[in-house]
């Protein structure tokens, strides 16, 4: 009998809300999307945001002799740098690469 009851109740709507009860719920619900959306944006975009402005600036500092590594794990010295590319000497082999295939310029090591 009690279910039959609740049922009947949540298919009236339950009871109405006042003009004043509605906003605070509308900028409750408000306030959390906001809440998520900051949240979303510190813990998401901005890190993404830093690694792309410090990918661009590694690239940009690139010189020829540099001893780089390359995302898919190729070790090699800068030989030449073009607009969108790199060429690296890697053991008895010349390998052009873009320059968004560099993923990081070995630190401390004096290219031979």
Do not use: H
Request: proline share 4%; aromatic share 4%; charged share 20%.
């Amino acid at each position: 009998m009690l279910s039959q009851s609740y049922v009947a109740m949540l298919a009236q709507g339950g009871p109405s809300l006042s003009e004043a009860e509605q906003k605070k719920v509308m900028f409750t619900n408000v306030g959390m999307m906001v809440f998520i959306g900051i949240i979303f944006y510190v813990m998401l975009i901005r890190p993404q945001q830093k690694r792309a402005k410090e990918q661009a600036k590694m690239v940009s500092e690139l010189k020829a002799g540099d001893k780089v590594t390359t995302t898919s794990g190729i070790v090699g010295v800068v030989v030449g740098i073009k607009d969108t590319s790199v060429t690296l000497r890697s053991g008895e082999s010349k390998l052009e690469v873009t320059k968004a295939a560099i993923g990081e310029v070995v630190p401390g090591t004096p290219a031979a």
